[in-house]
């Protein structure tokens, strides 16, 4: 019963609650209590239980009066809970204001009359730069939160920039750890298996330390040394012969190398060609998908390529193929055809045609119209050839069995031409790992004279006046400089011919200058593609545009010449005392090899249409002997 004497005492001395004070005064609140009746009921309503109450109950409360004069003094307590509360209502009413004082500004008007004024243009740039104001009234400038933000950011880049340097500095450190073994260490590696692990930290280490030779070489060594050990681990790791691992660490950086080799020793993915001639390559690869083949398009840069993750059929058996909706061709035998751009109606000459896939894309280029010669030398090949034309209904197709080299006289004034020449094969070995062994010097050089002879015989093929044509594309499978840039180099020295764009977005500039070989500057509008960097075969394609029919003289060949070693022979270049003897001698030489491989392109009956007299070449022979006379004198001494 205290309890209730003491709430109703607190009671009475209470104010208007919190939302009569958040809505109103509290003397209009205190007006309007008094004037309403259902207050008044509560009133009496608790004065009548009051009245009601039992005697024993009164004086249970009489007993504890003293009880109730301990606990009223709790009472100012919890009015202080409650001005608490109100000050809080109060700051909860401040922000109220504040947000009413924003939503004022972007309706256009603020608060503040101090400044009052319309929201213009500037305001609005204020508040996108951050001006906003503060709980205080005043401005808070943006610049200054941007400006703590980019203290931040300038400290976070500083530490990042402190732990990358700490890292280099860390990884230097177990770089500059490596120390190349003595000679009796690798002595007893030949008589020792040495684990691939090992090998690779060994190559990684020695590849580090070559990054940045100066500051990191042990004391003593040099580049040499650690050049030849890292070849020597790679061709032990890899496979790989000396000499082609030797041609192929020139081409390109050794973390570089190390990719190329690697993606060497994976299988490309398998790509498939639409027949546009039948089919297109959405409905193909619906109809393919519904056979449980999952495939994607190549890319952008082809609309007829597919290429094929995984299938539950064998994709050289299903209908389509059989039907002849799509060849199985590797991606970087599309560059080639795309780069040769065959339109309808032309006379077009595929010179190494076997086994039919990219002749087949030609004609589907040429809408089967026009004329196409699919000629290979091998007859064995040309069957498969001549099946793959019909499975895939190319009808404006002849194909003949011919030695490339004889076309120039067998067929001629083609508006385009095609050379995909035979070639070493380094760009896939990946399909045929025996090259990593079988390739030597001596092959490749062979290999490459005979592409050099193929080319100037696709090029007299082609007819320089026509309308539409005049095109040469020369293309390989090999990563070889001899076979590619070299060969380029060589027609344009010998021909009248110049490189053109190829119109394909994507493939690595060729090289100008490598080593010892210097090339035509326009030798960098051909195009290299690499495994690891296309996920294609390796793969090289140049584009020429003739520009006359005629043969270059052996002087214009030696102008255009002047510094190449191989053209001259054994002859060294830029001796001054015998300076005119080694011109005329170096122009004999390239008359010789000129008639040389004019000979070997006419046929039985015909004369070249320059010979060289036998009187003319006797007396730069017996120069030759006395130059080689003098100069085994000289080593004798």
């Known amino acids: 019963m205290g309890r209730a004497k003491d709430r109703s005492l607190i009671g009475k001395e209470k104010g208007p609650g919190k939302k009569a004070k958040r809505q109103q005064d509290p003397e209009h609140l205190k007006n309007d209590t008094e004037n309403k009746e259902p207050n008044k009921k509560r009133r009496k309503t608790k004065e009548g239980k009051a009245k009601k109450k039992p005697k024993l109950v009164e004086e249970e409360e009489a007993a504890k009066e003293e009880e109730v004069v301990e606990e009223l003094p709790a009472a100012p307590v919890e009015e202080e809970k409650e001005e608490e509360e109100v000050e809080g209502d109060q700051n909860l009413d401040e922000l109220e204001e504040l947000q009413q004082s924003l939503l004022d500004k972007a309706t256009g008007f603020t608060d503040n009359k101090s400044w009052l004024k319309e929201a213009g243009d500037d305001d609005d740039e204020d508040d996108d730069m951050g001006i906003v104001d503060d709980d205080f009234g005043g401005e808070a400038s943006g610049d200054d939160e941007f400006g703590d933000d980019d203290d931040d950011e300038a400290v976070d880049q500083e530490e990042e920039d402190k732990k990358d340097e700490q890292e280099r500095q860390e990884a230097a450190k177990k770089v500059h750890l490596f120390t190349l073994p003595t000679e009796e260490e690798l002595a007893e590696e030949q008589n020792q298996i040495m684990a691939p692990t090992e090998r690779m930290e060994r190559i990684r280490g020695i590849i580090g330390v070559l990054a940045d030779f100066k500051t990191l070489r042990e004391e003593g060594r040099k580049r040499k040394e650690y050049r030849s050990l890292l070849l020597s681990d790679l061709c032990l790791y890899y496979d790989y012969n000396e000499f082609l691992m030797s041609h192929l660490v020139e081409l390109m950086p050794f973390g570089e190398l190390l990719d190329l080799l690697d993606a060497q020793e994976t299988k490309r993915p398998v790509t498939i060609r639409a027949n546009s001639l039948k089919t297109r390559r ?40 059989l039907a002849g909706h799509y060849m199985l061709q590797g991606a970087s035998s599309f560059v080639p055809v795309m780069a040769l751009d065959a339109k309808p109606g032309e006379r077009v000459l595929d010179m190494c045609a076997a086994p039919g896939g990219k002749s087949a894309y030609i004609a589907a280029l040429m809408k089967n119209t026009g004329m196409l010669v699919s000629n290979d030398a091998s007859k064995e090949r040309t069957k498969a050839l001549s099946a793959n034309l019909h499975r895939l209904g190319v009808h404006n197709a002849v194909v003949c069995n011919y030695d490339g080299l004889a076309f120039p006289k067998v067929m001629g004034s083609f508006d385009r031409v095609l050379l995909d020449a035979p070639c070493s094969g380094t760009g896939v070995v990946s399909k045929d790992a025996s090259v990593k062994q079988s390739k030597d010097e001596d092959e490749i050089l062979k290999i490459a004279e005979a592409q050099k002879r193929l080319l100037l015989a696709a090029i007299d093929s082609c007819d320089h006046t026509s309308k539409t044509g005049g095109v040469i594309v020369y293309s390989t499978c090999s990563v070889m400089i001899q076979e590619n840039e070299w060969v380029v180099d060589y027609a344009l020295k010998r021909r009248n011919v110049k490189l053109v764009p190829l119109g394909v977005d994507i493939g690595k500039d060729g090289f100008t200058r490598i080593n010892k070989y210097r090339f035509d500057p326009s030798v960098s509008l051909t195009k290299r593609y690499y495994p690891h960097t296309h996920n294609m075969d390796g793969f090289f394609v140049a584009r020429f545009q003739k520009l006359s029919n005629t043969i270059k003289t052996p002087k214009e060949v030696f102008r255009s010449d002047g510094e190449s070693e191989e053209d001259m022979g054994e002859e060294e270049v830029g001796e001054e005392a015998a300076g005119d003897t080694e011109m005329e001698a170096a122009a004999a030489d390239q008359d010789v090899e000129a008639a040389a491989a004019d000979e070997d392109m006419e046929t039985v009956g015909e004369e070249p249409e320059k010979p060289i007299e036998e009187e003319e070449v006797k007396p730069v022979k017996e120069k030759k002997e006395k130059k080689k006379k003098k100069k085994e004198k000289k080593v004798q001494k």
């Open 282 to 321: 959405r409905d193909l690869a619906q109809a393919l998908i519904t056979r449980g083949v999952n495939l994607d398009p190549i890319g952008k840069w082809s609309k007829v390529g597919l290429v094929v993750y995984n299938t539950a059929v064998p994709l050289g058996a299903t209908p389509e193929y």
